[in-house]
């Protein structure tokens, strides 16, 4: 008898993974271009996001690749300008200068000090941020800082608004958002963004007031304004400084 032999089946070939970025090269530069694929884009277009320091091209989901290289190498131009306008990014770490509720203040590093991380003044009269510890620690210890000191002003503010409000909050989370600097959810949750511990404490109590208004209208009509205005009168002025300046807070790294 002779066995029956089933046909070997090939092994399919890997798929090649779409490429995450274009390089545009413009003058003596080469610009790194993230992209992106969407199924409900008809065109392509070139997006730039001062938060997160990144250009990016969204293309159809069936586009091609030649022609999206072909697309951002033709606006290499305006790439290299809008890169020009993004924030230098600031490390913070040791010798670095970051706002803290609005006020620079220096990050210096004490080895051998106790505890962790606070504030002080210099004799000079320096607004200081004192990190202890070894130096691989800084980073993660001035982070943990900045987010706690966040929490706490965002928890004080949500209290204060909530309770002239009426309404308790059921939740406050903190994130690192790059589209919004707070949000409420139908069940109650506020979200904030923790890098408003940069901006000017009535900055931040204004997020709190605004999102609190919220929890009374989940909308932006007239009547969610009126509650703002009630819970934060001349609150077109922190609007106004968020536009300006809300984008530099992303700077801080």
């Not at 586009?63 to 290299?80: E, K, N, P, V, Y």
């Not at 939740?171 to 069940?187: E, Q």
Request: proline share 7%; glycine share 6%; charged share 25%.
């Amino acid at each position: 008898m002779i066995p029956f032999l089933s046909p070997r089946r090939k092994t399919p070939a890997p798929k090649t993974l779409p490429p995450l970025h274009i390089d545009v090269p413009h003058g003596e530069n080469v610009f790194r271009v993230a992209l992106k694929r969407s199924p409900t884009a008809r065109r392509y277009t070139l997006r730039a996001s001062s938060a997160k320091h990144e250009i990016t091209l969204t293309m159809p989901l069936r586009g091609s690749l030649t022609q999206a290289t072909d697309f951002a190498h033709r606006h290499g131009g305006w790439i290299a300008e809008r890169l020009k306008k993004f924030d230098v990014r600031i490390i913070c770490e040791p010798g670095a200068i970051i706002p803290l509720r609005g006020t620079p203040h220096r990050i210096e590093h004490r080895p051998n000090a106790r505890g962790t991380v606070w504030t002080e003044t210099s004799a000079t009269g320096e607004a200081l941020i004192i990190v202890a510890g070894r130096p691989e620690y800084t980073l993660r210890r001035i982070k943990d800082f900045l987010k706690k000191q966040a929490s706490l002003d965002l928890d004080h503010a949500v209290k204060r608004y909530t309770s002239a409000l009426g309404i308790p909050a059921r939740r406050i989370a903190l994130k690192d958002t790059t589209s919004r600097w707070g949000s409420c959810s139908s069940s109650g949750r506020l979200n904030f963004s923790w890098r408003l511990i940069f901006a000017p404490s009535e900055i931040l109590d204004y997020l709190a007031a605004h999102e609190v208004a919220h929890l009374k209208e989940l909308n932006h009509s007239n009547r969610f304004w009126r509650v703002v205005e009630t819970l934060y009168p001349g609150y077109d002025k922190a609007e106004t400084w968020l536009k300006r300046h809300g984008p530099s807070l992303h700077r801080y790294q």
